[in-house]
């Protein structure tokens, strides 16, 4: 079983510049998260989908941030403006349904903004 | 409020010693704590180790070992015997048992670097 796929692996950019992080969750699991997680923190769940829906998002900042997930597969998150405390780990996770299952992640994203 | 704290790292040992990484936790929005061991070994993604939904129940994995003690609020990791593929960064994560795993609290996780 493949699991959850990630790209790209890292991204450099500079203030003001726009990026996406790609995910590929595992086959059959209907649930994926993104999770940002800055250098000596545990993960912190910016949005999460169940199929194409968006069921929280309420951590995402909105005014730069954005996500979708339009088949209920792949999923693609957007920065629009990077700010410097944008510099994170990004990670794409994904469980197969609501409930006490466990969650597979990805490698994660790591994103530096200069 | 929620929150889960962990030993501050890095931590280091010598291979074949015991280890113990200390969490503890804070449910006052969770009726029935989850609770939670991850592990991300260098340039891999973070794995689940074990997790146990039950209080007074221990959860067991690749030598490791936490028991979730509701009196004391904690759920310490231990191993008798570390190896040096051992060395990962471990988190201790707090979940709810309607089993949202979105409402997942992660400590800040613990490296720890065992020496051959």
């Known amino acids: 079983e493949a699991g959850v796929t990630q790209s790209p692996r890292y991204a450099v950019l500079q203030e003001g510049q726009a990026v996406s992080f790609w995910c590929d969750p595992i086959?059959?699991?209907?649930?994926l998260y993104w999770y940002q997680q800055p250098r000596d923190q545990g993960p912190q769940l910016l949005v999460y989908?169940?199929?194409?829906?968006?069921?929280?998002n309420s951590q995402l900042p909105s005014d730069r941030f954005s996500a979708v997930r339009p088949k209920g597969t792949n999923s693609t998150l957007k920065i629009q403006s990077a700010k410097q405390g944008d510099t994170a780990t990004y990670l794409c996770?994904?469980?197969?349904?609501?409930?006490?299952?466990?969650?597979?992640f990805g490698k994660g994203t790591r994103l530096t903004v200069v | 409020g929620d929150s889960v704290t962990q030993t501050e790292g890095p931590v280091t040992v010598s291979e074949s010693e015991s280890l113990i990484i200390n969490c503890t936790y804070s449910?006052?929005?969770?009726?029935?704590?989850?609770l939670f061991w991850y592990v991300r070994y260098p340039g891999e993604g973070l794995q689940l180790l074990l997790k146990?939904?039950?209080a007074g129940q221990k959860g067991s994995s690749r030598g490791f070992e936490a028991t979730y003690n509701k009196e004391t609020t904690s759920f310490h990791l231990q191993k008798a015997s570390v190896q040096e593929s051992d060395s990962a960064v471990y988190y201790c994560?707090?979940?709810?048992?309607?089993?949202?795993?979105?409402?997942?609290?992660w400590g800040l996780g613990t490296s720890l670097v065992v020496n051959p």
């Open positions: 996770a994904s469980s197969r349904d609501r409930g006490n299952t466990e969650v597979f």
């Open positions: 086959s059959g699991h209907d649930t």
């Open positions: 989908f169940r199929d194409e829906a968006v069921i929280d």
């Open positions: 449910a006052t929005s969770i009726a029935y704590p989850n």
């Open positions: 146990v939904i039950t």
């Open positions: 994560a707090l979940g709810d048992n309607v089993g949202d795993n979105s409402k997942l609290i």
